[in-house]
Structure formats: structure tokens, C-alpha cells
């Protein structure tokens, strides 16, 4: 009896210990009436789905296990083994367009505080990314390409270590049994299963991915050897992390199954994925005619009504373009989103047309189309591929181009909606508050990045043709995104860009395409000068004056800088915190690249340098300039840069003419 006594008591004792305590294992067969952790936008649907995000864009969602794991014995002693397996599927309203990805996470807490969306991946922010102090482990399934976090492409499967550049990572896909390796693509909708296992004895990580129902490949994806015991505390919260960006993106954990000291449990019998769409019923057939007498009448007056509408919302599509169906738009759902192209809409206006702010009707994605007109059919097959190739263009500092939309003589570009609208708006016209020194400094290293991504290190080369503030957008972050690319032009690496009308803006185009039409990387450069002017100094390059003559501006800052005062220049609205001497770092570089001789001016990658402070830039006093006619002498100062910087597109011309610094 005393001994039935102890069993029932021990029996009792283990009933109600607290499950903190003992729990190193859990397997979800789906989450119906579970109790998890969860913020953000993330969320429990009725069918058992866990769904980190949803239609809201710019947004974040977490999901946590709500009980600590056991990961050690004590602080000091080594990780255990874990394994966990989990099915995951991404959608995306857009089939070649999604938001970012999702992160398996093992954190400290399940509160991830000041996390960001976007390419954050609502994990980390700007301030702790890549801290020691962390104590993250994460593996990303990882959708949009990010070059500040090394991303080798925008299909990836990496691991994490404290922060977002990942320690190893490899292209989404799986080895079968011959060892041949097949993509696959993240954003597809489809149902796919994940594994990661780490060996505390060998301290290997292995990451292994597969479509569901194809079982677990012999081979993983990855497999790293890295110990986690200095990673890991004592106690951790396991789950997961997701974010989306200007494109409504659904990621769902469908199963999930985690356990220490052992291999985790398979999963089966999951909940299904949602359908996808909605089929619009016709109103005839909802409402039906109330008299047999009227259906004719009704009939008629349907048909009359189709027809006009048909016309109001006419769109031109021929056979070419079928190719580029996924980027197209349909004109009917820019005219809802514009709400008719109504004059509340408007963005801004200009020589080529008009932009309006929009909000598609069933995704909500926040959009900016902008209505353009081009006159030559012939040239139409053309530009419209060029656009369509230049919207699959991604990068932190261009605005991207989601498609377009051809009716009639119009042709409209949809790109994604910046909330802080033009940099214009912030430097002229009485704006609601000015920008800081910092504040414009960060944009045009911004617009310099993404000018050499466009020039050196796409599959063509990107001339965009029209640089200046009022292209340069901001998003809700103040960073500055380069868009406006119904000007630009690409051609392929190591080819000469053809000879084609003048385009752009007076006072940021180059003296060279004035004369031949021929837009190549150095005339962006020119009209970068222009912009690096206009930003430090808070004038537009020709500015009207009351004596009647206009100011040039790149005039004007030399001649401050040749009575030994550069700085008078600077817009007195960018307060006084700020670096002189990077601020004269930025106007010295706007005349540099104002050099009226095309050959002389710096590239990209090299305007990069100098303004990261990796390279010196040459005195300007070193480059033989004369008062007379703000004239270059071409056989001063470059000589040595050229020697210095092989590599340089800048070339020495032993007894060339002296080269008028030119501002159109």
C-alpha cells in the first residue's frame, strides 16, 4: 500500500510540474487551438494554418514557441543536439513579385523589440544587425535580394549567425539520389518541408529543403560546421520570423515538429493552403430580371453599356507582347486604383507626362503610375522591352518598376510608391521641413550605389538619362531610391550604346549628348555632378534671377571655390552639424564630374570610393584651373590619378586644349 502511495504521489507530482520545467520536444500536425506566441500581424486561421503575413505591406509578423527549451545544462557547457523539421509555403498576389522571406529562430526571447520589415526580415534593425551581443541563430528562406546583407540571389536558403549576412548559403533547391540538384522556387505557393539538424558532438549544421511528400534528401543543402555553444544560452524560445515589403506576400507555417537530444517527429496529415483568388459573379445572374417583359430591353441596354466601357477602358495588346503578360496591367485596374486619374491623385507633373498616386482595388498595394506618350510605333517592341527588363532590376536604392500598360497613344508605368514622395520637395518651394546634412549625405551615397548596380552590375548596362532631385524618391526611412525610368536605356556590357534623340532635363544634361545624342554611363555622371550640386547647395543648376541672367550653379560654386571659400556654396538650411570637410568633399566632387570632357570624369565605383573617404579625391587646385572661362587644363593633375587608379575610365592627354567646365 505504501508503495502505491509513492507511485500515485510521484504520478500527481509530474501531472502538475510547471511544462517549462521538462518540455524539449513538440511536434504541430497543424495549429488548431494552440497556444503560441504571437505578434506583429501574424495569426491563427481557422483551418489550422500559422500565418506570418498577410495583404499588409511594410509589415511584420512572430511566431514563437510560448515555453523555453532547454539548450544546455548550465552557461558554460556545450549546446545539446537539435533537430526540427517544419512545411512552410509563401504566396505572393503577383507571380513574378513577393515580399521578403521568413527565418527559423532560436532568440533569447520571443519579443524581437525594435525589429524591422523589409529586408530586415523582422529579425533585426540597422543598429543591432550583426552584434555579437544577439545570441540569434537563424536559418532564412530568403525571397528578395539584398546586396548590404551579401545575398547571393533573391532565391536563397542561408543560416544566421547574429544578424542578417549569412554565414553560409546556397540557392533554394535539394539533391536527389543521383546527386543531381533541382531548383526550386520559394515564392511558387507551393507546400515545402524543411530540416535542420546540429550534432552537438560534431558541431555541424545541416539544412536540408524539399518539396512536401518528397521525403528528406540524403544529401542537405547546406552543411556547416560551427559550434553554437557561445551562441546558445542556457534556455532559449524557438519559432519564427517573417516581413513583407510593397508586395502582399502570405507565408504560412504548415507543420512543425522540434526536439533536443534526438531527431524531431515527421509530420503528416497537415491542413490545406487556402485557394488563391476570387471569381468575380455577374451581376445579371445575382440579380435576374424581375419581368420577362424588361429582358430584352435589359439585354440591350447591357450590351450598349459593355461597349462603352469596352472603349473607356481599351487597351492596345498585340502579339509581341504576350511574352511580357506578367508585366503588364490591366488599364482598368489603374483607372480604379487612380480613382480615374482624378487630380487628387497627382504626384507631379512634367515635360513627359503625369505621375498618380494609386492603391490596387483587391491587394491594396500602394502603387505610382506615371502617364507617358511615345510617338513612334515602330520604336514601341523596343522600349517596352527595355522597360520590362529594367522592372526586373532590384536594388535598396531603385525604385522598383512593377510593370506597365499600353492603351492607345499612352503608355503608363506602375512603379512602387514611395511615402516620402521627391527629394525636390525637401530642398525648394518652402518644403514642411528640410533635410539634415546627414540626412542628404545618406541619399547621395544612396543614388551613387545604385547608379553603379545600374552601370556595372546588371546583365546590361542602365543609362538612365534623366538624374535629378525630383527622380530621386524617398522611402519611408528617408532613403534615397533612384526611379523615374521612362528615359533610360541599356545595352549590353562592352557594347556602344547607339546614337539616339536628345532626352533629359536642361541644366543636368552633358555637352556631349547635347551634341550627338549618345547617353552612355559618363553623361548619368555629368548629370550626377548636377544632382550632387543641387542637393549640397539647395538650388536648382539654372536658376532665374531678377538682373535677368540666370545663375549656373556649377558656375557659381566654382567661383567660390576659386576665392578659397567652397563652403559659401552649402545651403544654409542644412543647419550647422555637419562635417565641413565632407561637405566640401561633395561640392568639389559635383565639379569633378561636371568636367565637360567626358574621359575625365570618374565612374561610379570610383565616386564611391570617394565618398566612403577609401580614396582621396584629387585637389582641384592640382588639375591646372585657370579664372579665365572656369577652364580644365587637361595636361594638369590627372596624370597622377590615372597612375594611381589603372583601372579608371579617366585617360591622359599629353598636350590636349584646355576643356571648358560646362552647366547646361
Not at 527549451?69 to 505572393?92: E, G, L, Q, Y
Not at 531548383?183 to 518539396?211: C, E, F, H, R
Not at 511615345?374 to 522591352?385: A, L, P, T, W, Y
Request: charged share 20%.
Amino acid at each position: 500500500m505504501f508503495l502505491n502511495f509513492i507511485i500515485l504521489v510521484a504520478l500527481f507530482l509530474v501531472d502538475f510540474a510547471p511544462a517549462s520545467c521538462e518540455v524539449d520536444a513538440f511536434t504541430y500536425n497543424g495549429f488548431q487551438s494552440v497556444n503560441f506566441s504571437l505578434d506583429g500581424i501574424a495569426k491563427l486561421t481557422s483551418n489550422g494554418l500559422l500565418q506570418l503575413t498577410d495583404s499588409q505591406t511594410q509589415d511584420q509578423g512572430h511566431a514563437f514557441y510560448p515555453n523555453p527549451i532547454h539548450f544546455k545544462n548550465s552557461p558554460n557547457d556545450t549546446a545539446f543536439t537539435f533537430s526540427t523539421t517544419f512545411v512552410f509555403a509563401i504566396r505572393s498576389i503577383y507571380e513574378n513579385l513577393s515580399g521578403h522571406g521568413l527565418v527559423f529562430v532560436i532568440a533569447p526571447q520571443r519579443r524581437l523589440e525594435g525589429s524591422l520589415a523589409n529586408h530586415y526580415l523582422g529579425l533585426f534593425n540597422s543598429a543591432n544587425n550583426g552584434k555579437s551581443s544577439n545570441h540569434v541563430v537563424g536559418v532564412e528562406l530568403d525571397t528578395i535580394y539584398s546586396e548590404d546583407f551579401g545575398d547571393i540571389n533573391d532565391n536563397h536558403v542561408g543560416i544566421d549567425i547574429n544578424g542578417l549576412k549569412s554565414v553560409t548559403a546556397h540557392t533554394a533547391g535539394y539533391f536527389d539520389g543521383t546527386g543531381l540538384f533541382h531548383n526550386l522556387t520559394l515564392i511558387s505557393g507551393q507546400a515545402m518541408q524543411v530540416w535542420v539538424d546540429y550534432d552537438g558532438s560534431t558541431k555541424q549544421i545541416n539544412v536540408t529543403i524539399a518539396p512536401l511528400h518528397v521525403g528528406k534528401p540524403v544529401r542537405p543543402l547546406l552543411a556547416f560546421s560551427y559550434d553554437l555553444s557561445p551562441i546558445l544560452d542556457q534556455k532559449m524560445y524557438v519559432g519564427f520570423s517573417s516581413s513583407t515589403g510593397s508586395v502582399p506576400t502570405h507565408h504560412y507555417i504548415l507543420g512543425w515538429s522540434f526536439k533536443t537530444n534526438g531527431k524531431a517527429q515527421e509530420l503528416s496529415q497537415l491542413p490545406n493552403l487556402p485557394r488563391f483568388g476570387r471569381k468575380e459573379t455577374s451581376r445579371f445572374v445575382m440579380i435576374g430580371l424581375p419581368l420577362i417583359s424588361l429582358v430584352l430591353l435589359v439585354v440591350a441596354t447591357s450590351v450598349v453599356v459593355y461597349y462603352v466601357r469596352r472603349k473607356k477602358y481599351e487597351e492596345i495588346l498585340e502579339d509581341w507582347e504576350r511574352e511580357y503578360r506578367p508585366q503588364r496591367f490591366n488599364y482598368k485596374d489603374l483607372y480604379k486604383a487612380t480613382k480615374g486619374f482624378r487630380e487628387k491623385e497627382l504626384l507631379g507633373a512634367g515635360g513627359f507626362g503625369k505621375v498618380y498616386k494609386g492603391v490596387m482595388p483587391i491587394t491594396k498595394l500602394e502603387i505610382a503610375v506615371k502617364t507617358i506618350s511615345h510617338e513612334s510605333r515602330q520604336g514601341m517592341k523596343e522600349f517596352v522591352s527595355e522597360i520590362v527588363s529594367i522592372g526586373r532590376i532590384q536594388h535598396r536604392n531603385v525604385v522598383p518598376l512593377l510593370g506597365y500598360c499600353r492603351r492607345k497613344g499612352e503608355l503608363l508605368l506602375v512603379y512602387e510608391y514611395m511615402s516620402n514622395g521627391s527629394l525636390d520637395r525637401y530642398l525648394y518651394d518652402q518644403p514642411r521641413f528640410t533635410l539634415d546634412w546627414n540626412q542628404r549625405f545618406r541619399v547621395i551615397r544612396g543614388v551613387a550605389s545604385g547608379l553603379l548596380f545600374l552601370h556595372e552590375e546588371c546583365d546590361h548596362v542602365v543609362v538612365h538619362r534623366d538624374i535629378k532631385a525630383s527622380n530621386v524618391l524617398l522611402d519611408g526611412e528617408l532613403n534615397g531610391r533612384l526611379g523615374d525610368f521612362g528615359l533610360a536605356r541599356l545595352y549590353g556590357h562592352g557594347t556602344d550604346p547607339q546614337t539616339t534623340r536628345v532626352v533629359g532635363t536642361l541644366g543636368y544634361l552633358a555637352p556631349e549628348h547635347t551634341r550627338t545624342g549618345r547617353a552612355a554611363p559618363s553623361t548619368d555622371v555629368f548629370s550626377f555632378g548636377a544632382f550632387l550640386l543641387e542637393v549640397a547647395c539647395g538650388r536648382r543648376p539654372i536658376q532665374p534671377r531678377q538682373e535677368g541672367d540666370d545663375l549656373i550653379l556649377v558656375d557659381w560654386v566654382f567661383s567660390c571655390w576659386n576665392r578659397g571659400n567652397i563652403l559659401e556654396a552649402v545651403d544654409p538650411n542644412i543647419g550647422i552639424d555637419f562635417v565641413p570637410g565632407q561637405v566640401e568633399l561633395v561640392l568639389k566632387l559635383g565639379l569633378f564630374c561636371s568636367h565637360s570632357e567626358p574621359s575625365f570624369r570618374p565612374t561610379m565605383r570610383q565616386i564611391l570610393l570617394f565618398l566612403d573617404g577609401v580614396v582621396d579625391l584629387p585637389e582641384l587646385s592640382a588639375l591646372g584651373v585657370s579664372s579665365a572661362g572656369l577652364t580644365f587644363d587637361l595636361r594638369g593633375g590627372f596624370d597622377d590619378f590615372v597612375k594611381s587608379y589603372p583601372s579608371s575610365s579617366v585617360n591622359a592627354h599629353s598636350g590636349s586644349p584646355s576643356v571648358t567646365l560646362i552647366s547646361l
